[in-house]
């Protein structure tokens, strides 16, 4: 019903930068909270940024001041810019957006495939 695509993911060294995008399609009636998540080997996955429908931003102390996530509600994207890459920022990122699909559904967390993100020199 829904799809959620992320792109942007690849190689980088550290210190530098990277712009995760996420596109959302399908049958949306409504999209409210879009989030990041990533998943290192040998760790459960962990909230990377949130980002409310009106653009109200959380972010773990582990990411604040690195990165920045962002929204575009008619073209129901959300993109993740990611500055100062660390080698522990390593792992598969993955969208999240929390979307309706009619009036009378309920909200429903729907997921990206996730995308590689490798921070080494």
């Known amino acids: 019903q829904v799809q959620l695509v992320e792109s942007g993911g690849g190689l980088v060294q550290p210190g530098g930068s990277l712009r995760l995008s996420c596109a959302a399609s399908?049958?949306?009636?409504?999209?409210?909270?879009m989030g990041w998540y990533r998943q290192a080997p040998g760790k459960e996955r962990e909230l990377v940024a949130t980002?409310?429908?009106?653009?109200?931003?959380n972010y773990p102390d582990s990411v604040k001041g690195r990165f920045t996530i962002f929204r575009d509600n008619a073209k129901s994207t959300v993109n993740l810019q990611m500055n100062s890459l660390k080698p522990e920022d390593t792992a598969v990122y993955y969208c999240n957006a929390d979307v309706r699909t009619s009036p009378s559904s309920p909200w429903r967390a729907y997921w990206g495939q996730g995308t590689q993100v490798t921070v080494s020199s």
């Open positions: 399908g049958r949306i009636f409504s999209i409210n909270t």
């Open positions: 980002i409310s429908r009106g653009g109200r931003a």
